[in-house]
């Protein structure tokens, strides 16, 4: 199992540029994809962005291609969430997310990440 704790959410403007950090505890983080996933106010929580083990493979949903960055660094056991040019749409919870299968890639839906951070809020004002 992985344990994750996200941080680097806060209150920014629209135009503006945040990056969110998860830092993973484990002995398998390295053999894992990883993603990252958000809740806006009154809605489902959805996929953000996802990165392969090696960080040799990423996917990203449409509405934050271009925008988003995802990348991982496995010495630090840490994945970033690169997000420029917010729109307050962006504005949810950003939870951090491990795959339940090792060596497995692209995954998108809930039920295939077995691990989950506690969120990290982040507001994007007009």
């Known amino acids: 199992q992985v344990q994750l704790a996200e941080s680097g959410g806060r209150l920014v403007q629209a135009g503006d540029s945040l990056r969110l950090s998860c830092a993973a505890s484990g002995s398998t983080f390295e053999w894992r994809a990883m993603a990252w996933f958000r809740r806006a106010p009154g809605k489902a929580r959805e996929f953000v962005a996802g990165i392969g083990w090696q960080g040799e493979k990423t996917w990203y949903t449409d509405s934050v291609k271009g925008r988003f960055t995802i990348s991982r660094d496995n010495a630090k056991k840490i994945v970033y969430l690169q997000m420029n040019n917010l729109k307050p749409e962006d504005t949810a919870v950003y939870y951090c997310?491990?795959?339940?299968?090792?060596?497995?890639?692209?995954?998108?839906?809930?039920?295939?990440?077995?691990?989950w951070g506690q969120g990290t809020q982040v507001s994007v004002s007009s």
């Open positions: 997310a491990a795959e339940k299968v090792l060596r497995r890639l692209a995954a998108t839906q809930e039920v295939d990440f077995g691990s």
